[in-house]
């Protein structure tokens, strides 16, 4: 005669291995966020790289052009202009073929062409109406700073976080990336050099 033993086996899972699965699933989702803020910063960063290369490219092709620097100012002494002021917006003027800018650009050459910005970050913003642009900003969301040689001695120099001296060039363009603590960080630094 044969015996069957009835042994009951709990269905499903007990707390502590549930515990241990929450926990796993907790620490992947950690790592996983943390290497794809990074990812993210590395994309904007190389994103934010190519508009202070197109701005410093259309700057040089203005010079090659005129055989002068673009002067928004009027006078050359403002060697620095921010791209949502006064001055550096009225150099994106120049540099996009605005009609208001025909003096600086009487040939009305399109020096400088770029995506339209999104919430006034990763772009060119243009005011509603039409017309000139009205900022340049980074994929932060940071205005772009255009140093300009109006020496010709193709010497820069100038104060970004540190003291930066650049020979042989006659523009430099750059931001500060995102800050990190209110402090602007190495990491998402862009700059067209």
């Known amino acids: 005669m044969k015996t069957h033993s009835k042994t009951t086996h709990a269905q499903g899972f007990t707390?502590?291995?549930?515990l241990v699965v929450m926990v796993i699933i907790a620490v992947l989702a950690g790592a996983g966020f943390a290497g794809g803020s990074a990812a993210m910063n590395k994309?904007?960063?190389?994103?934010?790289q190519a508009?202070?290369?197109?701005?410093?490219?259309?700057?040089?092709?203005?010079?090659n052009d005129y055989s002068a620097l673009p002067d928004p100012a009027g006078d050359?002494?403002?060697q620095?202009?921010?791209?949502n002021t006064a001055n550096g917006t009225n150099l994106l003027g120049i540099l996009t073929a605005q009609a208001a800018f025909a003096a600086q650009n009487p040939r009305?050459?399109?020096?400088?062409?770029?995506?339209?910005?999104?919430?006034?970050?990763?772009?060119?913003?243009y005011p509603a109406a039409g017309g000139a642009p009205i900022g340049f900003f980074d994929a932060w969301g940071q205005p772009f700073t255009i140093e300009l040689?109006?020496?010709?001695?193709e010497q820069l120099a100038f104060a970004a976080v540190t003291a930066v001296a650049l020979?042989?060039?006659?523009?430099?363009v750059h931001s500060p990336g995102v800050a990190v603590g209110g402090v602007a960080t190495n990491a998402t630094r862009v700059t067209s050099w």
């Open 149 to 153: 040689d109006y020496d010709y001695n």
């Open 43 to 48: 994309a904007r960063k190389v994103s934010s």
């Open 15 to 18: 707390l502590v291995e549930l």
């Open 80 to 83: 620095s202009y921010v791209s």
């Open 76 to 78: 050359t002494t403002d």
């Open 108 to 125: 009305l050459i399109k020096f400088l062409s770029a995506k339209e910005a999104k919430n006034n970050k990763d772009g060119i913003v």
């Open 51 to 63: 508009h202070a290369v197109s701005i410093s490219s259309a700057v040089e092709s203005f010079y």
């Open 167 to 172: 020979n042989g060039r006659r523009v430099a």
